[in-house]
C-alpha cells in the first residue's frame, strides 16, 4: 500500500491520527529536550523541595528540588530512545526467524518453535529480571534484556502469515521458474507481510515503553540521578500523598504514550488488513 494511502487511512480514523500526533509530539520532547527544558534536570536544589506548580518551576519540583518539567522533558529522551532501538532490534530478529522457520519448515521450524516455546514459558518481564540478575542494572543491559525476551513473541507471530504466503501460487511459481530462497523471501514473502510487521511493531512500542518504566521503577534501568518515568514513579512513591504529582506526571506520560502507540497499531491495521477495510 502507498504512502499516500497510509495517509488518507489514518485521516479517516481520526483516533489512530490523534495517536499519531501525541506519539510524535513526544518524540519530538525527547529530541528536543536539551533545547525546551528550563533547568538542567539534575540540579538540586535544596532550597526549592517539593513545590507545587507555579510560575517558578511551571510542574513543580521534586524531593531534591529539581524541576519536574525538565525532567519528564529528558524522561521522554530516555525512555523513548531505549524503547525505540528494542523495538527495531525485536522486529529484525523476529522477522529472520519467522521468516526461516516459517519458510523452510522441517527441523529448522522444530528446533526453533522448541526454543521458543522454552521462552513463552517465562513471563518476559521475568525473563527480563532473570537476565538483568546476570548482567546487573544499567542502560545496555536493560536493553540486551528487553531484546532477549521479546522478540520470540515477534518470531511467532511473523511465522504465521509465512506459513500462508509459502502456499500462495505465486510462490510456487517462482519456485518453477528457478527462483532461489532467497529472491523468494525478498521479493515475494515479505512484501506481502509487511502489514502484520508495521502494526505488531507499532503496539510493541507500547509493551517496551511499560517494560521498561516498570524495570525503571524497580531499579534496573537508567543509574541515578539520569532522569526516567518509570524511576521517577518511584521517587515519587514517598511523597504521594502530600505531593501527588510526584506520580501523576509520570504517570500521565507513560499513559500517554502506551495509548498512543496502540490507537495508532489499531488504525494501522484497520487500513492495512483487506478484512478490516
Known amino acids: 500500500m502507498s504512502p499516500s494511502r497510509w495517509a488518507r487511512g489514518l485521516w479517516r480514523h481520526w483516533t489512530g491520527f490523534a495517536g499519531g500526533i501525541v506519539l510524535g509530539l513526544l518524540l519530538l520532547a525527547g529530541v528536543l529536550a536539551p533545547v525546551m527544558a528550563p533547568q538542567n534536570p539534575n540540579k538540586i536544589d535544596l532550597t526549592a523541595t517539593l513545590q507545587r506548580p507555579g510560575p517558578q518551576n511551571s510542574l513543580g519540583t521534586d524531593q531534591l528540588g529539581r524541576d519536574m518539567l525538565s525532567r519528564l522533558l529528558y524522561g521522554a529522551r530516555s ?47 521475568v525473563l527480563s529480571l532473570a537476565i538483568l540478575a546476570l548482567l546487573g542494572p544499567g542502560r545496555l543491559s536493560l ?29 510456487e511459481a517462482a519456485s518453477t521458474l528457478g527462483a532461489s530462497d532467497l529472491q523468494i523471501l525478498r521479493r515475494h514473502v515479505l512484501p506481502n507481510i509487511v502489514g502484520p510487521i508495521v502494526v505488531l511493531a507499532t503496539l510493541d512500542l507500547g509493551s517496551v515503553v511499560l517494560s521498561i ?14 532522569a526516567e518515568w518509570g524511576a521517577m514513579l518511584n521517587d515519587g512513591r514517598t511523597y504521594f500523598r502530600s505531593h501527588p504529582h510526584l506520580m501523576v506526571l509520570p504517570g500521565i506520560c507513560i499513559f500517554l504514550v502506551v495509548l498512543s502507540a496502540n ?15
Do not use: C
Not at 516498570?214 to 531499579?219: I, K, V
Open 143 to 171: 536493553l540486551v534484556a528487553l531484546i532477549a525476551a521479546g522478540w520470540a513473541g515477534f518470531a511467532r507471530i511473523v511465522r504465521g502469515p509465512v506459513l500462508v504466503v509459502r502456499e500462495s501460487g505465486y510462490v
Open 263 to 277: 490507537l495508532v497499531g489499531d488504525t494501522l491495521r484497520d487500513v492495512l488488513d483487506p478484512r478490516h477495510r
Open 213 to 226: 518504566s516498570a524495570l525503571s521503577f524497580l531499579g534496573l534501568g537508567d543509574r541515578p540521578p539520569a
Open 79 to 125: 525512555t523513548l530512545w531505549l524503547a525505540i532501538p528494542v523495538v527495531l532490534a525485536v522486529a529484525a530478529i523476529g522477522i529472520v526467524v519467522g521468516l526461516v522457520t516459517g519458510y523452510f519448515g522441517g527441523w529448522t521450524d522444530t528446533v526453533v518453535s522448541a526454543v521458543l516455546n522454552a521462552l513463552f514459558a517465562l513471563p518476559g518481564l
